[in-house]
């Protein structure tokens, strides 16, 4: 064993002459210096001094600055409670004002921190460490350290003997229970009296030896191991006690219960009590609010398979039907409303798989945009009037009550449903909701369809009521059902269009996606990106098969402004509607065209790509005073009736804005093009070809999305399989999937988590995929939540605790499911991690194309050398080949010869010559 350390005096304040030094406290018996003190705070402690491990302070910055006088009131205020009352005496003796708390991550000192209690020790800890200076005194440079012998005293028997040494082999015990009787409750019974002796077993009490002395110090060796594992003891508790009494339950007398049964309390309660208990075996009576709709819908084979809710899954939260303007339809595009929370909006088209119908054709059906709401899921809220079918639409990012959509015939349709605006907020009120329920909320038309019954019972039984939506429609609901007679007409709003584009210049063919460009750059009629000064969403893409990509201005033309500008000069107040039509786009009207088209011609030979959806990169400034000038114009709302396009060269061309975008055809190819213009050599403008075409996808290209995490990482969806794109990367996707059983309709990234993504199949199923845990397979199925395709998947986040999913299928059905914590909660570094994930992926593409090509050039190599061998071989002429087959020929007749000679059959020769 070392020699003990010493201790040395220095920072022990007291030490003069005729003063007694105070005694070693047990902790600086242990081996820490007199200047330090090691402390335990607990996590009060560390809150009242913002001192929180791996928060406040690290390993990396352990050193946190107390205020003396902070701590003296700590200790006064807490008392013996306080962490600091072991070293008052120090800090009351402390000659500055603040103190140095040192947290302690290794445990040197046995503590996770220690105080220091000498400002010396204090500033050589704050104090930066010197550098190192190369030069050495000439008395350092002639001292050698020289090694001594060492001295045995005995040491190595102790520590041999205190060593932890393995004597017998490892015990392995493994309890279980039958497969079946897993989560099984366990039932316990009384024990039978007549097992034991005398009908009882007494656990007598006796004194135990072991804790009757407490043992604060103990001498023993350490052994240290390499690494953490769990052991178990192998030793019986033998000590037997009594665990439990038996006894009698006390009960009233019968004098007791008769004075509380007639008592004045008893009375009272009962008489306050009885109208809730009526309304109650009311309720009862119209429908049981405690019966389990999902548990009647199962069957003994499909039992555990159809759920409104999987564990650590998917849980059914709202569900929307209407039996007039959803009715043999199917939803193809959702969104919700990015300002009003719980208001979402459907297009639906009609279904085209049925045979042709002639009474279709004569009879046509208007077209709308639905608007649903959480508080009412049985009645649509608002109804935007189509000239044409829907297939695309999308909310303005500066003004969500702008709405583009785009038409089965390729016309671009505007509305503004600002007038409705009140409307749609009204209804999410709870004063309003339960107003509308006497006045005019449900129509005469439109009965409670079966979606509104078979949520409300799931709304009442769910212990974790978080909001008063639910509430409320269970509320409206029971008013319906309780009195019918009191439902009267009401009409759905309806908002007809503002602008319409021309269809002689728009697409011919219909508009599959439509998106709105970012408020922070604009093109111009080339397709050069320029400054948005306004930072105002005013622009759209379009995307069609008819093999073209259009960009639209919702602007007032230069031109048309100064030729209007007297007529609004003499009419100030014009209102806002006409004839309950919004005159915002006003201008627009039977004039609006295509500021420049962008044709996808294909790479090697002619002909174009049918583009059915398309993703650009959406460009983010870097200038602050652009930033600070979003901001303010986000409070404000645009006039767009007031806004003109700026003149051609006043706007200052932006460089760094990406014009690279990609596309999806319907052949499923995956393109990567620009959609600038070009000059080719007679100086006409052109589009560009693409950069590269991937045949990764069969047939149709459902979804292309942009990770909202990266602004470079796509993902692809096809029929049979889908593929993640990282931008600037031209040798094919980072992840291909394999093709699947179940078609692929749709898919989404979650707006949570970088890992996370939603695929929707043909048969009615729901897969969740976490790139972090498995990329083979989903880490969830979510089965049968609808017997129908699933068309549209929408995710939405209405609060940090409540993350919904909008799901659409192919009977009209529109289904909202509350996605739980698991699955919105993003494990500790997601973003990095993936981020790590995708530059290893970009790797092992270019180590798997170096590799094909090694494999292309080698076989290559290998038929070059094969059909020079066959070159080399010689030719044998036609005489040679057939020689052999001549005396082969000769042999056969002489061996026939000889045998029909021998047998007497051979017909003799007239001349003794020839034979």
């Not at 989560?183 to 007549?194: E, L, T, Y």
């Not at 390729?410 to 339960?434: E, F």
């Not at 087959?885 to 000679?901: P, T």
């Amino acid at each position: 064993m070392g020699p003990k350390r010493s201790r040395s005096g220095t920072g022990r304040k007291g030490k003069g002459k005729g003063e007694k030094t105070r005694s070693p406290t047990p902790l600086e018996r242990i081996g820490h210096p007199d200047n330090i003190f090691p402390l335990v705070l607990t996590s009060a402690t560390q809150e009242l001094f913002d001192c929180r491990t791996d928060e406040d302070v690290t390993r990396e910055s352990p050193y946190k600055l107390l205020k003396k006088d902070n701590i003296i009131q700590d200790i006064k205020t807490r008392a013996a409670v306080s962490d600091f009352s072991p070293v008052k005496q120090s800090v009351l003796d402390y000659p500055e004002d603040e103190m140095l708390l040192v947290f302690d991550s290794d445990f040197t000192y046995g503590q996770c921190f220690y105080l220091v209690l000498t400002p010396e020790k204090k500033n050589k800890m704050l104090e930066p460490p010197e550098p190192e200076t190369l030069e050495v005194s000439e008395n350092e440079v002639d001292k050698t350290s020289e090694s001594k012998p060492w001295i045995s005293l005995g040491s190595e028997k102790e520590i041999d003997e205190e060593s932890i040494k393995e004597t017998r082999e490892k015990m392995t015990f493994k309890f279980s229970r039958v497969r079946k009787k897993f989560g099984m409750p366990i039932c316990f019974s009384d024990r039978n009296a007549s097992d034991a002796k005398d009908g009882y077993m007494e656990c007598a009490s006796y004194p135990s030896s072991k804790f009757s002395i407490k043992q604060m110090q103990r001498d023993c060796g350490i052994n240290a191991s390499p690494g953490l594992q769990t052991i178990s003891t192998q030793t019986n508790w033998m000590i037997q006690r009594n665990a439990s009494t038996q006894y009698n339950p006390r009960e009233l007398s019968e004098e007791e219960i008769e004075s509380i049964l007639n008592s004045e309390s008893l009375k009272n309660f009962c008489i306050s009590v009885t109208r809730r208990i009526m309304h109650a075996l009311q309720q009862e009576e119209i429908m049981n609010v405690f019966f389990d709709d999902w548990k009647a819908l199962e069957t003994e084979d499909a039992a555990g398979d159809w759920s409104g809710q999987v564990a650590e899954g998917l849980i059914l939260y709202q569900a929307f039907t209407d039996q007039k303007y959803t009715k043999d339809k199917k939803i193809c595009c959702i969104n919700w409303h990015p300002t009003i929370h719980g208001v979402i909006a459907v297009a639906l088209v009609e279904k085209t798989e049925e045979p042709f119908d002639v009474s279709a054709v004569l009879i046509s059906r208007p077209a709308f945009i639905v608007f649903f709401s959480f508080s009412d899921p049985s009645n649509p809220q608002l109804l935007l009037e189509c000239p044409d079918e829907i297939l695309a639409f999308e909310f303005c990012p500066s003004h969500p009550n702008i709405i583009v959509g785009g038409c089965m015939n390729g016309q671009v349709v505007l509305w503004d449903i600002l007038a409705h605006i009140t409307h749609l907020q009204d209804t999410n009120q709870p004063s309003s909701k339960m107003a509308s329920v006497n006045t005019d909320t449900f129509s005469q038309q439109q009965q409670p369809t079966y979606a509104s019954c078979y949520t409300s019972p799931h709304a009442v039984v769910s212990p974790h009521i978080e909001d008063s939506i639910q509430a409320n429609q269970i509320t409206a609901l029971l008013a319906v059902c309780s009195d019918p007679d009191d439902k009267k007409d009401k009409r759905i709003p309806v908002v007809r269009l503002s602008a319409m584009s021309v269809v002689e210049n728009g697409h011919k063919a219909p508009i599959t996606d439509v998106q709105w460009l970012p408020p922070t750059f604009q093109v111009t009629s080339k397709g050069l990106p320029v400054e948005n000064k306004l930072k105002i969403s005013a622009q759209i893409v379009t995307c069609s098969p008819d093999c073209t990509i259009m960009f639209w201005d919702v602007r007032l033309p230069k031109l048309l402004s100064q030729s209007l500008g007297k007529k609004q000069d003499v009419d100030q107040k014009t209102p806002i509607t006409t004839c309950g039509v919004a005159q915002t786009f006003k201008h627009l009207e039977r004039t609006w065209k295509p500021l420049f088209r962008v044709a996808v011609p294909k790479i090697d030979t002619g002909g174009e790509y049918a583009p059915l959806k398309f993703s650009f990169e959406h460009y983010s400034s870097n200038d602050n005073t652009e930033k600070a000038a979003e901001n303010g114009h986000a409070e404000i709302i645009p006039d767009y009736s007031q806004l003109t396009v700026p003149l051609v060269g006043t706007e200052k061309i932006l460089e760094d804005v990406n014009t690279k975008f990609y596309v999806g055809t319907e052949e499923g190819e995956i393109l990567y093009t620009n959609w600038r213009v070009e000059k080719d050599e007679s100086g006409q403008l052109h589009s560009a070809k693409p950069l590269y075409c991937f045949n990764t996808h069969q047939y149709l290209v459902k979804t292309m999305q942009r990770s909202p995490f990266f602004k470079d990482i796509v993902l692809t969806i096809g029929n049979w399989n889908f593929a993640i794109w990282q931008e600037g990367v031209m040798d094919g996707p980072l992840v291909e999937s394999q093709h699947f059983v179940e078609e692929c309709t749709t898919g989404c990234w979650s707006l949570s988590r970088p890992a996370v993504f939603f695929i929707g199949k043909g048969d009615g199923n729901i897969e969740v995929w976490n790139l972090m845990e498995n990329t083979g397979q989903p880490a969830y199925v979510h089965h049968h939540f609808t017997d129908a395709k699933i068309i549209c998947i929408k995710p939405w986040i209405a609060s940090p605790k409540q993350h919904f999913l909008a799901v659409g299928d192919d009977l009209g059905l529109l289904s909202v499911f509350k996605i739980p914590q698991s699955l919105y909660t993003p494990s500790r570094n997601e973003t990095l991690s993936m981020k790590k994930y995708f530059e290893l992926e970009k790797d092992s593409l270019k180590d798997y194309l170096k590799r094909k090509e090694q494999w292309v050039k080698q076989k290559k190599e290998d038929e070059e050398f094969n059909k020079k061998k066959e070159v080399e071989k010689p030719v044998k002429p036609l005489q040679n080949i057939e020689e052999p087959g001549m005396k082969q020929y000769d042999d056969d007749m002489r061996m026939a010869e000889s045998i029909l000679k021998g047998m007497g059959l051979w017909p003799a020769a007239s001349n003794p010559e020839d034979t």
